[in-house]
């Protein structure tokens, strides 16, 4: 265990649904992030969150909308999604976020939108 | 802007023999460089990261990788495999100068080692 811990493990969801992922860490961590795994592409950065201010977006979707009520939760809130939002939702945490400190993944959330 | 190659889908290598995972990076200074694995169906887990000092880090499992600045390289090596090493490796590179706390990482790379 990592620390950081992701619910549901499994979600298939129809495209007109409306569901929330939701992360948490109780490691002491300041920044907190998102990243979609698709098969046979790179991780890809979503958000990230220090000191429960987001201060990265990469160009994500807007049915893509997170939420980081305090340092130790995140969510990501997902709405109308697409067939090809299908992948492996993680999370990860890391001391800070500008430092050379590792991050800790939770273990994924996959996402089947049908 | 900052990169990370790993050049090889897949390596394959028996039980008992040496194994290396290549990574070469891009940035525009002095890297941070880290190696994760991922098994099936979970979360990427740290191995070992490079920030500065000793070109060679040691890191969890037994594994190892080396620093090599003139070539912008940092592979990962274990010297003698493990059936349970089989898994997903993913290299990644932040560039402290550039403001960004992106994590770049590489595609990954699937680990068979076959008994």
């Known amino acids: 265990e990592t620390g950081v811990t992701q619910t549901p493990r499994h979600l298939v969801m129809g495209m007109t649904n409306k569901k929330s992922l939701k992360c948490e860490q109780h490691l002491g961590h300041n920044a907190m992030y998102w990243y979609k795994q698709s098969a046979k592409k790179p991780l890809e950065l979503m958000f990230v969150?220090?000191?429960?201010?987001?201060?990265e977006n990469n160009s994500v979707p807007s049915r893509f909308s997170p939420e980081c009520p305090n340092s130790s939760h995140l969510f990501l809130h997902l709405h109308t999604l697409q067939p090809e939002d299908s992948a492996l939702y993680l999370c990860?945490?890391?001391?800070?976020?500008?430092?050379?400190?590792?991050?800790?993944f939770g273990q994924g959330t996959r996402l089947t939108v049908v | 802007a900052q990169s990370v190659a790993q050049p090889e889908d897949q390596v394959n290598v028996a039980e008992g023999n040496p194994l290396t995972v290549k990574c070469t990076y891009s940035?525009?200074?002095?890297?941070?460089l880290f190696w994760y694995v991922q098994y099936p169906n979970r979360g990427l887990q740290f191995l070992l990261k490079?920030?500065?000092?000793?070109?060679l880090v040691k890191g969890s499992y037994g594994f190892e990788a080396e620093f090599n600045k003139s070539q912008t390289s940092f592979h990962l090596k274990k010297p003698s495999a493990l059936v349970s090493d089989s898994a997903l490796y993913f290299c990644?590179?932040?560039?402290?100068?550039?403001?960004?706390?992106?994590?770049?990482f590489g595609k990954g790379t699937m680990l068979l080692v076959s008994p």
């Open positions: 990860a945490s890391s001391q800070d976020r500008l430092g050379n400190t590792e991050a800790f």
């Open positions: 990644a590179v932040r560039d402290p100068l550039s403001g960004y706390s992106t994590l770049t």
């Open positions: 969150y220090s000191l429960e201010e987001r201060v």
């Open positions: 940035v525009s200074g002095n890297p941070y």
């Open positions: 490079y920030i500065t000092g000793d070109n």
